[in-house]
């Protein structure tokens, strides 16, 4: 059996011998093998969001690291690199995502895009993973956003409260291919994103301080014949959720 896997059926079977008191310490017990990334911090004007990434910045940040089948049972076949960095004022976001049928039918804000292809993030700055806040965007641009109360950290009496804007959240997509041809093979799709510190009130420190750590998830699903659900620390559990802030991992802040 694999690690993963091992790790997933232990989960599963002390999670359901744990009281309900005991239950998310012991599920943050479990969690030990969450990734950790070092997220540098750039000059102010360093990035510009036109969904390209072709700023010299990027060159130099590494990638999070290979996005992982979201039950954990091995490497993504539709390749997503993900990069990360900030200034005082923004955290960046970057995606490239591999797509050879690139689509998506909804164009306003908060609609459903997770029901079709979309790259997200779950971010909780206080890494207190009951409440963190969700980012989407679709290849052809559409935007969704929402703080999630998830008190329970398994979905059970989670609430979606999409009536949250992020106020200055910059964000673009940039297609290679055509969109929304089915008949074609398209290459892939990138998402740059600039998220605001100030629009995140639970946050410890805005901007954050140096050595700071925040609990933050990466994911991407990909709808085709086959649909994947990937992300950068899978969640281990089928079918496939994302809402498992246990699983989240963890990012640094370095000067």
Request: with cysteine.
């Amino acid at each position: 059996m694999k690690s993963r896997e091992r790790l997933q059926t232990t989960v599963s079977q002390r999670l359901m011998m744990s009281s309900p008191s005991g239950l998310w310490e012991e599920a943050q017990k479990l969690s030990e093998d969450i990734p950790i990334y070092v997220c540098r911090k750039v000059t102010p004007g360093a990035v510009r969001i036109d969904g390209v990434l072709d700023d010299l910045v990027w060159q130099d940040i590494p990638p999070v690291g290979d996005f992982i089948l979201s039950d954990g049972s091995g490497q993504a076949t539709r390749k997503t690199v993900a990069r990360m960095c900030w200034d005082d004022v923004y955290l960046y976001v970057a995606f490239q995502a591999e797509d050879p049928d690139i689509w998506g039918t909804y164009f306003e804000r908060d609609q459903p895009i997770y029901e079709e292809e979309v790259v997200e993030a779950f971010i909780d700055p206080d890494s207190d993973l009951r409440r963190y806040y969700e980012f989407q965007q679709s290849p052809n641009g559409t935007l969704f956003d929402a703080i999630i109360y998830n008190p329970t950290g398994d979905r059970r009496d989670m609430v979606a409260d999409t009536s949250w804007t992020c106020v200055g959240w910059l964000a673009a997509v940039k297609v290679d291919g055509t969109l929304d041809n089915r008949e074609d093979v398209d290459n892939g799709w990138t998402a740059e994103w600039a998220i605001p510190f100030h629009s995140i009130p639970t946050a410890p420190h805005i901007p954050p301080k140096n050595g700071d750590v925040w609990r933050l998830n990466l994911y991407r699903i990909d709808r085709t014949p086959t649909p994947e659900f990937s992300c950068w620390s899978p969640t281990l559990e089928t079918p496939p959720n994302f809402h498992v802030p246990t699983r989240f991992g963890k990012i640094v802040f370095r000067e």
